[in-house]
Nanobody, 122 residues
Framework: QVQVVESGGGLVQPGGSLRLSCAAS????????MGWYRQAPGKQRELVAA???????EYADSVKGRFTISREIAKNTVYLQMNSLTPEDTAVYYC????????????????WGQGTQVTVSS
């Protein structure tokens, strides 16, 4: 029914940039919020950035000023522009769609993407 798919990960040198994309597809009427989480080896998964349908954004302190989240609500798509990347940004990045409602008005809850690897290394 509903699928969340991420893309854009890869290998980049320190100081470089990447742009991650995430699209939710299926019989979707609305999504309250979409966001990006990441998990590095040996660490807990953490929120990187999120945006609501009202345009409110939230960022982890470690990425403020470097990452920008944006959302195309009509396309159920969210992006994460990552600039000035450092090795500490290396992680698997997961897309989350929160509070999904289908076209019939049924609340479906949350959906996660499969994750995309971001590696920052020289």
């Amino acid at each position: 029914q509903v699928q969340v798919v991420e893309s854009g990960g890869g290998l980049v040198q320190p100081g470089g940039s990447l742009r991650l994309s995430c699209a939710a597809s299926g019989s979707i009427f609305s999504i309250y919020a979409m966001g990006w989480y990441r998990q590095a080896p040996g660490k807990q998964r953490e929120l990187v950035a999120a945006v609501t349908d009202g345009g409110s954004t939230e960022y982890a302190d470690s990425v403020k000023g470097r990452f920008t989240i944006s959302r195309e609500i009509a396309k159920n798509t969210v992006y994460l522009q990552m600039n000035s990347l450092t090795p500490e940004d290396t992680a698997v990045y997961y897309c989350n769609a929160e509070g999904l409602v289908d076209e019939g008005g049924t609340y479906l809850g949350d959906y996660w993407g499969q994750g995309t690897q971001v590696t920052v290394s020289s």
